[in-house]
């Protein structure tokens, strides 16, 4: 096949620009149309500005970190890895490290050395990076296929300032709807409708919780490590995660809290009651608990109960506890009953809260749902409804885990729609 025409991609975002990349590599002549100033303006904050690009795990551990439609990636994974991640920039002079977690970051530090090396290598390739541009419509045009049958196909963008980019094929690369400072305001998702496309309804991923509870608010800033957090739908468990969280002054925040914040939002859009149930022992069963209670509470028996209990919990998180408990602070130890003290294993092993909404989508860090999957070629990123129209990343309904999976989900599929949006005829 000779040299293809141009391709156009929408969204100068990790997926956009990887897409773009690949495709110029593969002897294509690509315009990369970013509504921002600058491209990669997400990824500058990602990581905390580190810039968490991949994950180390197996292809299976990359795969269930990816709740929403891991499975549907598994080609593109294949086609383009972790592996490939890393050496690709450790090609652009970006050297990565791995650090706890499987979790891979740029050598220095700073997010801003992976966007500006990817800008660069655009530049290199020749790509046409035109900033400031809104695409407002895919152009598309009827022909009948060699068989008879009606076929639509991409044939450019139109922007919002009338100007026309014509190409063979688009990619539509522009993110969800979370961080719409950063350009990602759903411009993807009312693209895709506008061809057919069926969108599933966005819902916040990777958000804090909001916690109807006062006391969890009255204890901002603080930090637990080691614990396992429940979600709790209408009283039964839903989900679990271990390790960190934080309190905030709205509800909850960290790791865990991120991780379970996907089925939460899913939850609370149907209705359903939820909780989170902390297990602030875990590595205890309630006997050994119970057993550590009784060794405590004999040694320190002349203490009042929110001292006793120093060295067993954060300073701060003690009343609470007690509260829940129905134990007042300033009880003296040796008057604990033995039931009150298995009520204090109890709620050291489920202190509850009520969680009454995620944060605004606007604040996600990456949105779950979008663009169907199954009107998307899982191995080319193609569209099943309109010819030479692909999509990458986020617009996708497409997300994982905190920690470098979703990173990985857009560099893989900007990789598959870059390579085969040549290729495809």
Known sequence: MDKVDRIIVVGGGPAGMMAAIKAAENGAEVVLLEKMQRPGKKMLITGKGRCNITNAAEMQELIKNIPGNGKFLYSCLKAYDNEDVQLFFQGLGVPVKTERGGRVFPVSDKAADVVEAMVLQ?????????????????LVSDAVGEDGIPVRRT???????????????????????????????????RLAERLGHHVVSPLPSLIPLEIEDDWAKELQGLALKNVRAYLLSDGERAADMFGEMLFTHFGVSGPIILSLSRQAAQLLS????LELELDLKPALSMEQLDARLVRDFEQQQ?????????GLLPARLIEPVLDAAYLKPDRMINTVTREERHRLAQVLKGLSMVISGTRPLSEAIVTAGGVDVREINPKTMESRLVKGLYFAGEVADVDGYTGGFNLQAAFSMGAAAGSWSVWND
């Open 122 to 138: 655009l530049h290199e390739l020749g790509v046409k990076l035109l900033t400031d541009v809104r695409a407002a419509e895919v």
């Open 155 to 189: 044939v450019g963008v139109r922007a919002a300032d009338g100007t026309e980019y014509r190409g063979r094929a688009v990619i539509i690369a522009a993110g969800g709807a979370s961080y719409p400072g950063t350009g990602s305001a759903g411009d993807g998702f």
């Open 270 to 273: 149907q209705g359903h009651f």
């Open 302 to 310: 002349n203490k009042e109960i929110k001292n006793g209990m120093r």
